[in-house]
């Protein structure tokens, strides 16, 4: 079973900078998509950006322009440069991993809070 461990959550100000870090282990050769999803209080979670193993990305319009998504194959480590960070930004994120195989589940990391003050 894929074990996901988020860091580099906090509170920062408008318009700062933040970035996060997953690194996955146990059975990490199954993995093909890594990526980040955040969750707003009252709201549904969302995808925000994710990177496959070759490393094409997919980022939501709403981070677009402001958020990075990369991976470190080697250290199994996918990261999320938050710039220009907005009071929307406001929620927990959470790391994903996308097995190759459908019949595999998705695993989820614990959340780390990112709060954006005005």
């Given amino acids: ?5 988020e860091s ?4 920062v100000q408008a318009g700062g900078s933040l970035r ?3 690194a996955a282990s146990r059975n990490t050769f199954i993995i ?4 980040w999803y955040r969750q707003a209080p009252g709201k549904q979670r969302e995808l925000v ?3 496959t193993r070759m490393g094409i990305t997919n980022i939501a319009d709403s981070v677009k322009g402001r958020f990075t998504v990369s991976r470190d194959s080697a250290k199994n480590t996918v990261y999320l440069q938050m710039n220009s960070l907005k009071v929307e930004d406001t929620a ?5 991993a996308q097995p190759y195989s459908p019949r595999d589940v998705n ?3 614990q959340g780390t ?6």
């Fill in 92 to 96: 927990v994120y959470y790391c994903n």
């Fill in 1 to 5: 079973q894929v074990q996901l461990v």
């Fill in 20 to 22: 996060l870090s997953c």
């Fill in 113 to 118: 809070q990112v709060t954006v003050s005005s």
């Fill in 8 to 11: 580099g959550g906090g509170l």
């Fill in 32 to 35: 093909n998509v890594m990526g």
């Fill in 107 to 109: 695993y989820w990391g």
């Fill in 49 to 51: 950006a994710t990177i």
